[in-house]
């Protein structure tokens, strides 16, 4: 069974730039799976940033497109995201996730990391 | 494109059944079977309960069912247990912008 491990800066200044890892254990990066980020400010509900496969193929919210950057390093097999020009709004909890594909069926988020707290203050 | 609506809470008593909607519109729910659904109990990771609006995971109990007509999606719990209590979140994708959006969220109360 896969399991996922977020790592990364707990706080980050307004205006600066936000990077997370997630570390993929259990299986490979490079399987039929899509790996994605999710967030949830403290208190508030979630919101879906984005995904990536492992041919570099990439998805985003369109409110956080702008913004964000998910890539895959396969020599680490492990997934990244970078969220620049933050504010205290994106301050929440960030979740890494996988949805599992088969030749006919993908099981949406069927994975999840433990998340991580990330603060944007000064 | 703005989140899923679904009812702010719900509850029941144990053994009864209760149902958390989700709606969406033309662009996500009503126009693609690519639904799924989340538990999250405080201070946890979700979990997904239900995937392309009627499939169970291995291992999620089938007191746990989907369903959808138009552009709203449903989520059963029957012969509800005090573990069900959570918060529940729905999701969809979302065509015109090949993404997902996740519903409101619905907290589940065992009376």
């Known amino acids: 069974q896969v399991q996922l491990q977020e790592s990364g800066p707990g706080l980050v200044k307004p205006s600066g730039t936000l990077s997370l890892t997630c570390a993929v254990s259990?299986?490979?990066?490079?399987?039929?799976?899509?790996w994605s980020w999710v967030r949830q400010p403290p208190g508030k509900g979630l919101e879906w940033i984005g995904e990536?496969?492992?041919?570099?193929?990439?998805n985003y919210n369109p409110s956080i497109k702008s913004r964000a950057t998910i890539l895959v390093d396969k020599s680490k097999n492990q997934f990244s995201l970078k969220l620049n020009s933050v504010t205290a709004a994106d301050t929440a909890v960030y979740y890494c996730?996988?949805?599992?594909?088969?030749?006919?069926?993908?099981?949406?988020?069927?994975?999840w990391g433990q998340g991580t707290l990330v603060t944007v203050s000064s | 494109q703005s989140a899923l609506t679904q009812p702010a809470s719900v509850s029941g008593s144990p053994g009864q059944s209760i149902t958390i909607s989700c709606t969406g519109t033309?662009?996500?729910?009503?126009?693609?079977?690519?639904v799924s659904w989340y538990q999250q109990p405080p201070g946890k990771a979700p979990k997904l309960m239900i995937y392309?609006?009627?499939k169970r995971p291995a291992g999620v109990s089938n007191r746990f069912s989907g369903s959808k007509s138009g552009n709203t999606a449903s989520l059963t719990i029957s012969g509800l247990q005090a573990e069900d209590e959570a918060d529940y979140y729905c999701?969809?994708?979302?065509?015109?912008?090949?993404?997902?959006?996740f519903g409101t969220g619905t907290k589940v109360t065992v009376l």
């Open positions: 996730a996988t949805t599992p594909c088969s030749t006919s069926s993908c099981e949406t988020s069927a994975y």
């Open positions: 259990g299986g490979s990066i490079s399987s039929n799976n899509w």
């Open positions: 990536i496969f492992q041919t570099g193929t990439t």
């Open positions: 033309s662009n996500d729910v009503g126009s693609y079977n690519l």
């Open positions: 392309e609006v009627t």
């Open positions: 999701c969809s994708y979302v065509g015109t912008s090949t993404s997902y959006v």
